[in-house]
């Protein structure tokens, strides 16, 4: 237990990918079987104990420590497991400290009556940390900044395979994956996927250069409408039906309304998106309102229904067809579609052009809000796993810019913890005669080094007050640091005092030429809004 | 003679009237007993000075040679008479020459403790337990939830780091006088022996610690004046944790900042101050050991100081042991 707590409070102070994943491989190769295997289902959230509640948490320690002297430490801490997990009374020697298997095993025979004991128990057993860590365990979410996809790819460097190979076998897994790791170590055979409906890795496309432009022939390109929603493969196998994400993760259960409408045999690519798709598309914050649940209402369902915009299929009526160019895969799905539920089912329509210069026009004038770009398929290309140079490309429309004023600057992390690298900006709001800067959002890159530099040197010589790591910045009328900030699409946000939030924000140009005062007001933001 | 008239609380510091002197003023004094050489606690410009021979060296070392008027040394458990009160000094185990102060008169004795610590550090002699009457405990990580771990458990994470990012500079934020030393043994202690790059600002005490015995291995300035070869990748540098957020940390490869501090022991002191690698290694006693000292010494009176003074006193309530804040103002929390 105590490797896996180590990795957990490493790996949440770790600022970098490469460093997290550095860690994560480092655990699979030094942490022996079974416990790693337990380890990457806790990282890939592969591990539910339900009998185990919060709140008993609370009961339990009370029963073990002066109130008052915990109201004094939870206030200084300020967070419950964290409190739990340092003023719980230590035992003290003796008995050797629980595998992190053995845990998962304790907590997962708890039943609901016996599972404050089993808590207790295991606190009682284990240190500081390996008591926080037992605790984020049992109650679900680690929070340590590392999606299941930085896993896989972790397990792929580890094995020396290609991701998308572990993308497929996932979902034929349990922990804590013996054989999985078996073969990674080149001691095994490859795992059979046995499971019905496995996830098959979609294929990606590359953002177009500028250098692309002389080898794209229009005729030999598709075009496509790039939505603004996300990437699903719906799969339905001899009755077995799945949805996933673009890496794998299955969401069928958020998604309750569309698995009943997948009433066919084959695994199908598209977007997914709210709305009906015979009347209206919903915008992208209108699809946040059903993401990264686990459970979803009937006035969730009622309100934001989902659908799935069509692009592609792998398989249809049990053939694979991965093999076939996109015309001829295409001409397939247009059948298929046409023959499932319209409310739930579409076509992404094909754009006519004749060339790049029209289908730039279009890209720059889309029809629709919810449109982001445009997609450019290769007419002949199969459909390949991953991310092939040429066949598919993505044109995404010119990103929004503001011009704001840089009003606050956090230190980074890592690489960057003796610079003031994260800006909070704001833009002019209130009456023309006397506004105000409200904030609008925060951007940490998009400049390159030496900008940076003059950044932190700006930051550090207009500081007008500290609040711990965060320095807030003269910014006036006339004096103040206006940045132009791109970002690819704005939503209305109760959270945010400017009622505005934005979608990718990055720092696009320093404009040290431009007065503070002419940067944009908050009106020029709303005005960007999508209708509501 | 009770308690508080043989010590009381002034704004200069804590004041013996009997004797006429204050143990760790704040402020200038005509006659001051120091229990070490933090900064906080040991002042200049004091008419005399009475502390152990490596708290008056160090001094010296900080505010040259003409610190105070008198200079005495106080032997470690030598009685010494001051104007009729009799006062000795013995080991704290805070930091080299760090001492607790028994002032004792008409029969009643009191500790100051000083900062003191009670696990092991093999840059300083080990607190002693006195008994006494009453018992004046620091407090600086007095709340229950701060329990330090074994610091060569600490010290093997640092080594554990270095070899999963042997590319990266460690930059180990450490104070200058005490912790830094004490991370360096500890990291000769756990077989380190390259060479480790210290802060200019440890240069003197780091030097001051091997006369006295403290052996730190091959030592090399991390940064030299005009010179822009910086240590190679992956050395461990020591420096003051005000000079890790500091401009002066860019100059190494890729910097992994670690601090090593009891603060460490609270996951959002180590968010805030942006650590990648958090060490949990105190100069001061955790809870535990602030407990333990206070039944170890058999004093029937507590009195807490500079800290978390409530939640000490709170355990002294509920251990049958009479207790009560003492306001002493000036001092600081460990390295902030």
């Known amino acids: 237990m105590e490797r896996f707590a180590e990795l957990l409070d490493r790996l949440v102070l770790t600022p970098s990918r ?84 053995e845990v998962v095993r304790r907590l997962a025979q708890a039943s609901r009556s016996d599972a404050p ?206 093999a076939l160019p996109y015309v001829e895969r295409r001409e397939l799905l247009e059948a298929f579609v046409s023959r499932l539920s319209p409310e739930r089912f579409d076509l992404s329509p094909n754009i006519a052009f004749a060339t790049l210069e029209e289908l730039d026009e279009k890209r720059c004038n889309p029809l629709h809000p919810v449109i982001e770009g445009v997609m450019l398929k290769r007419k002949d290309s199969p459909y390949l796993p991953g991310r092939p140079k040429g066949p598919w ?62 950044l932190d040197k700006y930051v550090r010589e207009n500081t007008i007050e500290r609040f711990g790591p965060v320095r807030a910045v003269r910014a006036d009328r006339n004096h103040g640091l206006v940045l132009e900030v791109a970002f690819e699409g704005l939503q209305r946000s109760t959270r945010h005092k400017s009622g505005v939030a934005m979608r990718f924000p990055r720092i696009s140009r320093l404009r040290w030429d431009k007065p503070a005062h002419e940067a944009d007001r908050l009106e020029t933001l709303e005005a960007m809004l999508p209708p509501s | 003679m009770n308690a508080r008239q043989l010590l009381r609380s002034r704004p200069e510091g804590l004041y013996c009237p009997s004797g006429d002197f204050f143990i760790d003023p704040v402020r200038p004094v005509e006659r001051a007993l120091i229990t070490h050489g933090h900064s906080d606690h040991a002042r200049a410009g004091h008419g005399a000075v009475m502390a152990t021979r490596e708290t008056l060296d160090i001094m010296g070392l900080r505010y040259g040679t003409g610190f105070a008027g008198r200079m005495q040394e106080a032997r470690l458990g030598e009685t010494v008479t001051v104007n009729g009160v009799r006062v000795t000094f013995h080991p704290a185990g805070h930091v080299l020459g760090s001492a607790q102060i028994s002032v004792e008169a008409n029969g009643l004795r009191i500790v100051a403790s000083g900062d003191y610590k009670r696990s092991r550090d093999p840059t300083c002699a080990a607190f002693e337990p006195i008994t006494c009457d009453v018992f004046i405990t620091e407090a600086t990580f007095g709340l229950p939830v701060f329990t330090h771990p074994d610091p060569a458990h600490e010290i093997s994470q640092l080594l554990t780091s270095l070899k999963q990012f042997p590319e990266r500079t460690h930059i180990v934020g450490a104070y200058s006088l005490g912790k830094a030393q004490r991370v360096i043994a500890l990291l000769r202690e756990a077989g380190y022996g390259e060479t480790i790059y210290i802060h200019g600002a440890l240069a003197r005490l780091c030097a001051y610690y091997e006369e006295t015995g403290v052996p730190l291995g091959p030592l090399q300035p991390a940064t030299v004046e005009g010179k822009a070869d910086a240590p190679p990748a992956g050395a461990i540098v020591v420096a003051p944790p005000s000079a890790m957020d500091d401009r002066w940390s860019r100059r190494f490869a890729d910097p992994l900042s670690c601090f090593a501090s009891g603060w460490m022991r609270i996951r959002q002191r180590v968010r805030q101050r942006g650590v990648e690698l958090p060490l949990i290694i105190s100069d001061h006693a955790d809870w535990d050991e602030l407990t333990a000292s206070i039944r170890d010494t058999g004093a029937s009176e507590v009195w807490v100081t500079h800290g978390r003074e409530e939640a000490l006193v709170r355990w002294c309530e509920l251990n049958g042991i009479s207790a009560r804040p003492l306001h002493l103002a000036g001092y600081e929390d460990e390295a902030e």
Not at chain 1, 434 to 449: I, S
């Open chain 1, 117 to 322: 004991a089993v808590m207790g128990g295991l606190l009682d057993d284990l240190s500081p940390s390996g008591r926080f860590a037992a605790i984020k365990l049992a109650t679900g979410g680690l929070r340590v900044g590392v999606s299941a996809r930085l896993t896989k790819q972790a397990l792929a460097a580890f094995g020396e395979v290609d991701v998308h190979e572990i993308e497929e076998l996932w979902h034929g897994l349990a922990p804590p994956y013996e054989p999985f790791f078996a073969w990674l170590e080149k001691r095994g055979p490859r795992p059979q996927n046995a499971a019905l409906a496995p996830f098959r890795p979609v294929m990606l496309a590359h953002a177009v250069a500028e250098a692309d432009f002389s080898t794209i022939r229009s005729e030999d390109y598709a075009a496509e409408w790039k939505w603004d929603g996300i990437r699903v493969q719906a799969v339905n196998q001899g009755g077995v039906r799945r949805l996933y994400s673009r890496t794998g993760d299955d969401i069928s259960g958020a998604f309750p309304d569309l698995l009943e409408a997948m009433d066919f045999e084959g695994a199908l690519d598209g977007e997914l998106l709210v709305g009906d798709p015979q009347q209206r598309t919903g915008t992208f914050s209108d699809l946040q309102q059903r993401l990264n649940r686990k459970t979803v209402s009937r006035t969730m369902l009622r309100d934001y229904p989902v659908f799935m915009r069509c692009y592609d299929a792998l398989t249809l009526d049990k053939r694979d067809i991965r």
């Open chain 1, 18 to 101: 490469n460093g997290k994943l550095r860690l994560i491989i480092d655990y699979f190769s030094t942490v022996p079987d079974p416990d790693r295997g337990y380890g990457l289902a806790g990282l890939t959230g592969g591990l539910d104990f339900p009998a185990i509640k919060p709140a008993m948490l609370r009961t339990l320690v009370m029963e073990r420590v002066d109130p008052v002297l915990f109201d004094y430490s939870y206030d200084y801490v300020g967070d419950l497991a964290e409190t739990v997990s340092l003023i719980w009374p230590s035992r003290g020697g003796g008995t050797a400290a629980p595998t992190l298997s």
């Open chain 1, 393 to 454: 490309f993505k044109w995404k429309r010119d990103p929004y810019t503001v011009d704001a004023v840089l009003m606050y600057a956090q230190r980074g992390h890592g690489k960057r913890s003796s610079f003031y690298s994260d800006y909070t900006f704001g833009v002019w709001s209130g009456p023309p005669e006397d506004p105000v800067l409200v904030p609008v959002g925060k951007a940490y890159f998009g400049f390159t080094d030496e900008e940076l530099r003059q």
